[in-house]
């Protein structure tokens, strides 16, 4: 996956990163995340810069997080005197997120719940960990309205992916439980320079989340969609009798109309959903 950064003269880029070469292509990532002028953005890997340049002037606030202690410096030296712009030198997959968008200390009075004005994500995401990242910012998904991200082309078809295909996957069902998934625009290789070896898609989250609709508890659907994808290639059948008794799991299967035979990534989750809440009702 490219991390983009800007295109500049200077030392030799880093192994596996691609300059990305096209301002049209770093303008339409920014636009896809609508009017920022009275939001706060998080923008995940900003590398040296080429999306922060353009986000820093149309965005309330601006929190970039940087892995790279090298160019954390060089981003805190280049936009030190923007007052909106906040440079977090850290890994995302580490950072308090609680911390950084939860409420102050001494900030509610007593009685009082939090309700924070959600902010929007903006990032390029290496590939070997888009799915950490990804889970991580849905388990926070109460902070955030809108993510935008550029992933590897193949990742993006899978989130994209409906029920029944072959990229339908616990990803996939995982990430529309919480949020409407749209793909964007693909970049060639030919967009950076130099160019890399997969295309890159960028996508687009609308945070949404579906449990009260679906009517089932947090964790324990999460859990549920875990043993139902737990081996890819067994059917139903097979994944949920680990976890269920048979009896019930052959009651809750004739009841919600959902053949044993089928694999998990044929059901819609309005049919999972269904399966899990006649399974606890059969356990209540």
Not at 13 to 36: N, Y
Not at 260 to 265: C, I, L, Q
């Amino acid at each position: 996956m490219p991390k983009v950064v800007a295109a500049h003269k200077g030392p030799k880029p880093k192994l596996g990163q691609h300059f990305l070469a096209s301002d049209s292509a770093a303008q339409r990532i920014v636009e896809a995340l609508g009017d920022t002028s009275a939001a706060t953005v998080l923008e995940i890997g900003p590398g040296r810069g080429v999306l922060t340049s353009l986000l820093a002037q149309r965005t309330q606030r601006l929190i970039a997080i940087e892995l790279d202690r090298v160019l954390a410096a060089q981003l805190r030296m280049e936009f030190g005197m923007r007052q909106n712009v906040e440079i977090i030198e850290g890994d995302v997959l580490k950072i308090e997120l609680d911390t950084v968008f939860g409420p102050k200390p001494g900030s509610l009075r007593p009685g009082l719940s939090y309700q924070p004005e959600p902010a929007r994500v903006i990032g390029n995401l290496p590939y070997y960990i888009t799915s950490d990242i990804l889970l991580r910012l849905l388990e926070y998904h109460r902070y955030f309205s809108t993510i935008v991200v550029m992933l590897q082309k193949e990742v993006a078809d899978r989130l994209a992916a409906s029920p029944g295909s072959r990229d339908y996957g616990l990803f996939t069902a995982t990430t529309q439980l919480y949020a409407r998934v749209e793909k964007l625009f693909t970049l060639p290789p030919s967009a950076f320079n130099p160019p890399p070896k997969v295309h890159s898609s960028v996508i687009r989250l609308t945070i949404q989340p579906r449990l009260e609709a679906l009517r089932v508890p947090e964790a324990e659907f999460i859990s549920f969609l875990k043993l139902c994808f737990g081996q890819k290639r067994k059917t139903l059948w097979n994944n949920l009798k680990t976890g269920y008794d048979q009896g019930a799991l052959k009651a809750a299967l004739a009841k919600t109309g959902v053949k044993p035979t089928v694999r998990a990534e044929a059901l819609p989750l309005e049919r999972t959903a269904a399966l899990f809440r006649a399974l606890q009702d059969g356990n209540s």
